[in-house]
């Protein structure tokens, strides 16, 4: 890239951040305490039972044996901080969400052993595993572990004790966002379960957090501010646990802590109507930005955990839904359903797990999903992540081969889309979502990418308009790897769905191409698809599917 260029990205990357991320990050870097071995306060008094939590997949497949992120590994042959592997999949292996997964009491015996294989494989600040991101989420994990009734031995309290301290001089303010809500939860979860001035510091300094970050990162329709159903899911778990957690300490709970409870009670029915909101026929996430299955519990383990809570699902939804403090609109006419992302990019300071997704949708019948975007596969700074951030990898327009927004690195973004003129309608029946964004304003003419959506009971149409029209635009269809593509001629043809259904596909614009691609529904998978390119012509396309 030319100095020229390179330079204005690091400037539209860096004008969005926030003081505190600048000095944040500074003295992460030059600060670094010393580990306080002292010995650990008393335990907390639990007054109530602690109620039991979303459960996510088994991880540990042998006493010492992990499947993670679908790769498989042991302790025998890497360790705990294999230089081999991808960071993601280090970081995975020092959370133990094991501990809490699926039929986890069977694997007790192995839990035991595994903790006390950790804190002897782990010097305290030492490692992947000594990462605040890492270590709040194992605080978690072992004190739920515990509070279901499975007993923590003297070392494993005493490391417990050691990892809050740790975490407390170590918080991810240069990140902000889910990274220190979640190291904030953690001083929480320390804070009531030992007893005494030094945990209530812990749990002070963790609800003063959660409770300025809860204004912040939770919109009013209920949405998390990143934009990321995985995310949004993560954080409702984290809603969740918290309100757990305060009342079965709740003699123990000062003022503060009480309106921490008030407050994570309040959100839950919004996020979980989000979340349904979010959701296809078969219960799992749509795919917009960084989003995966398998890394939060799935929506049903979620609506199981916030019923025993006691907490309500945010009623019905309409079948016209702009999620408008989010920006997703959805529309459902019987079995169909549309999920279109007319959203920023997300929170201007941290847009990390922002995708080039602008104007991209995703469709299902039923329980089958039928158009998909790209998802997610990999983290890291490599060029498959890239591609996976790119405009091209969602169903959407693509302009000269170029992003939308300015995805580079891992996690960074420069120019941004913006998204104007969104709005929701009906008329006779046919359901209407439309916006528009200026992602490509700096290609010759400044073309303005126009996108509407019409959902009827039997027909989906989407209409693309460029304007200016420009060269080299195509509206790009990711198909769900189970959906056959069949081409009838240069503009139609049939989708065979499983069991032999069809629904047909016609275009409007230039001669549409079919091509070979790839769909990434979980980390570390990678399932072969095909999607339908249509070329915009003089400025304008249109893509119908029909399955009366």
Request: a neutral charge; charged letters at 25%.
């Amino acid at each position: 890239m030319p100095r020229f260029a390179e330079t204005l990205r690091y400037w539209h990357t860096l004008r969005h951040l926030r003081p505190v991320q600048f000095h944040g990050r500074a003295w992460f870097r030059l600060y670094r305490p010393r580990p306080d071995m002292s010995p650990p306060p008393p335990l907390g008094d639990v007054a109530m039972p602690w109620i039991a939590a979303a459960a996510r997949r088994p991880s540990l497949v042998g006493p010492r044996a992990f499947e993670l992120l679908n790769q498989a590994g042991s302790l025998d042959e890497a360790g705990w901080d294999d230089p081999g592997r991808d960071k993601l999949w280090r970081y995975h292996q020092h959370y133990f969400d094991d501990l809490n997964a699926a039929d986890a009491g069977e694997r007790a015996a192995w839990h035991r052993a595994l903790i006390d294989d950790w804190i002897a494989g782990n010097p305290p600040g030492r490692g992947s595993g000594w990462e605040p991101y890492p270590t709040a989420l194992r605080i978690v994990n072992w004190i739920k572990w515990a509070l279901a009734g499975q007993a923590l031995s003297p070392a494993a309290v005493a490391s417990l004790a050691v990892q809050a301290r740790w975490l407390r001089g170590r918080l991810e303010w240069h990140l902000l966002g889910n990274h220190l809500f979640v190291n904030a939860k953690a001083l929480v979860f320390a804070g009531l379960f030992f007893g005494g001035r030094e945990a209530r510091r812990w749990r002070s300094a963790g609800v003063a957090i959660l409770r300025r970050e809860l204004d912040e990162q939770i919109l009013d329709d209920g949405g998390h501010f990143e934009l990321s159903p995985m995310y949004h899911a993560l954080i409702l778990e984290d809603l969740l646990d918290l309100a757990n957690l305060l009342r079965a300490f709740g003699p123990s709970l000062d003022a503060e802590d009480r309106a921490l409870l008030v407050e994570c009670e309040a959100w839950v029915p919004a996020m979980r109507r989000w979340l349904r909101a979010m959701s296809h026929g078969d219960g799992d996430i749509a795919l917009f930005n960084d989003a995966a299955f398998a890394i939060a519990p799935p929506g049903a383990e979620l609506a199981g955990y916030a019923a025993r809570l006691g907490f309500g699902d945010g009623g019905d939804l309409p079948d016209a839904m702009h999620l408008s403090a989010s920006g997703y609109a959805r529309l459902a006419r019987g079995e169909a359903l549309l999920i279109a992302d007319m959203a920023a990019v997300g929170p201007d300071y941290i847009p990390g797990h922002a995708h080039a997704d602008t104007l991209a949708c995703e469709f299902s019948l039923g329980a089958q999903r039928i158009i998909v975007n790209g998802g997610t596969s990999v983290y890291g700074a490599g060029p498959e992540r890239l591609r996976q951030r790119g405009t091209a990898a969602h169903s959407t327009v693509v302009v000269a081969g170029r992003n939308s927004s300015d995805v580079w690195g891992g996690f960074r973004v420069a120019r941004r889309a913006r998204v104007h003129a969104a709005r929701l309608g009906e008329a006779g029946g046919v359901l209407e979502a439309a916006a528009a964004h200026d992602g490509y304003r700096i290609l010759p003419g400044r073309p303005i990418h126009h996108r509407r959506w019409l959902l009827s009971g039997d027909r989906l149409r989407v209409e693309d308009r460029l304007d200016p029209a420009a060269q080299d635009a195509a509206a790009i269809f990711h198909l769900h790897p189970d959906v056959v593509l069949e081409s009838h001629g240069p503009s139609e043809g049939r989708l065979i769905l499983p069991g032999g259904r069809a629904v047909r596909w016609r275009a409007e614009g230039g001669e549409t191409v079919s091509a070979a691609g790839s769909w990434h529904p979980e980390f570390g998978r990678s399932i072969p698809n095909r999607h339908i390119v249509v070329p915009l012509r003089d400025g304008r396309s249109a893509f119908e599917l029909i399955w009366a």
